[in-house]
């Protein structure tokens, strides 16, 4: 019995291989931690280069006096490097114009042009229009106090899958972004491509 008490005595004294077991149940924890630190890294890295696309093509469109379709698809490979080193392919954005009634203050579109990115990375003009002409649009309120005015507006949306989706859902998260600027150089941006190479209030 004597014997028996000494090794139970000394096995609870026993401290080799403590580290591994201590390695055994941390590991778990630390790689979800990494992974978990990485999404959301990207995440966020993400979201701020779809805010920064959104204010780089109106702004590039604000610069101008007249764009056609050519000036658009080169906005959007402007977008496409903005967007290094992730996908382009996900990106859907817009560039809309739009004017202010100087009488009603009501916001209308004047011409509205989508931007899609294929699988292969080739930018082409959306088939369809976001917006469309004379189309009734809710700006904000400091943009819609200037009457009789043209504002450019920018829309970008990109779903972000993350690879492992330990903390993120696996199906994706969408963001969005918009961005206002007033035409720098003429009173508006004219498109010619759509009729209208002046500056005429929309109906």
């Known amino acids: 019995m004597q014997k028996m008490s000494l090794r139970v005595r ?9 580290a591994a077991v201590e390695f055994a149940m ?13 999404e ?14 959104a ?17 658009i698809k080169n906005f959007g490979e402007a977008a496409k490097a903005i967007m290094t080193p ?10 809309t114009e739009v004017y202010i009634d100087k009488v009603s203050g ?14 292969t990375g080739d930018v082409s003009i959306a088939a ?11 700006l904000p309120l400091a943009l819609v106090a200037a009457k009789g005015t043209f504002v450019i507006w920018s829309e970008v949306s990109y779903k972000y ?8 859902a696996q199906t994706g998260i969408t963001f969005r972004d918009v961005a206002y600027t007033r035409p720098r150089l003429v009173l508006c941006v004219t498109y010619p491509a759509a009729g209208l190479s002046d500056c005429a209030a929309p109906l």
């Open 10 to 18: 000394g096995l609870l004294n026993d401290r080799s291989g403590l």
């Open 106 to 119: 009501v916001a209308r579109v004047q011409w509205s042009k989508g931007l899609t990115i294929g699988p």
């Open 161 to 168: 899958t993350p690879a492992v989706g330990i903390m993120l």
């Open 128 to 138: 369809a229009a976001p917006h469309n002409p004379g189309d009734v649009v809710t």
């Open 86 to 95: 992730y996908p382009p392919s996900p990106l859907v954005s817009s560039i």
């Open 26 to 38: 941390i590991f778990p924890i630390m790689v979800v931690l990494y992974f978990g630190v990485v």
């Open 40 to 53: 959301f890294s990207s995440a966020i890295a993400v979201d701020r280069k779809a805010t920064q696309v």
């Open 55 to 71: 204010r780089t093509l109106s702004d590039l469109t604000s610069q101008s006096m007249t764009v056609a379709d050519t000036d």
